[in-house]
Every structure is written in C-alpha cells, then in structure tokens.
C-alpha cells in the first residue's frame, strides 16, 4: 500500500490500487467484465502471489474453487469473484 495506508478504505479501493477490478466489457446483449489492466504493477503481482500460494495450500480457498469448478465457472473467474 506504500507510504499512504489510510488511502485504501475498501476492498474496492484495494482492488483498485492493484488493478484487480471489474470493469464492464460488453457488447450487445453479453454481459462481461474483465480486469483492469491498470493499477500499482507491483501490488497486482504481490497480490497474485497470494492468490496462487492460498489456490495451492490453503484449505479453504482450495474448496472455494472446486465448488467454483463444479458449477461450471472457468479457472480464472475462481480467482476472483467471490
């Protein structure tokens, strides 16, 4: 978060700092979103070194996303709807 922690007040604004947000890409009648490729390159890659430790060796997470597989979800959605 650097040198100015009070600045993230939200997981959105954290997201947002990393570039982890939603933002809309449709077209037509489809209703999609894709990641921001903005953001602290930094905190998006420390960010995914979370997210790849806790999809291998975190109990929880590892659930979440065999839930997220059964139902039909592409690895990638797993990682970061909630």
């Known amino acids: ?3 100015n922690p009070e600045r993230i ?9 990393c570039g982890a947000c939603p933002i809309p890409a449709s077209s037509g009648k489809t209703s999609r979103h894709r990641l921001n490729r903005g953001g ?3 905190a998006n890659a420390a960010l995914h070194r979370i997210i790849v430790v806790r999809t291998r060796f975190h109990e929880p997470t590892i659930t979440y996303v065999a839930r997220r597989t059964a139902e039909g979800t592409k690895k990638i959605e797993n990682k970061w709807t909630a």
Do not use: P, V, Y
């Not at 007040?9 to 700092?17: G, T």
């Open 40 to 42: 602290h390159r930094q």
């Open 9 to 17: 007040r939200s997981e959105a604004a954290l997201a947002k700092l």
């Open 1 to 3: 978060m650097g040198d």
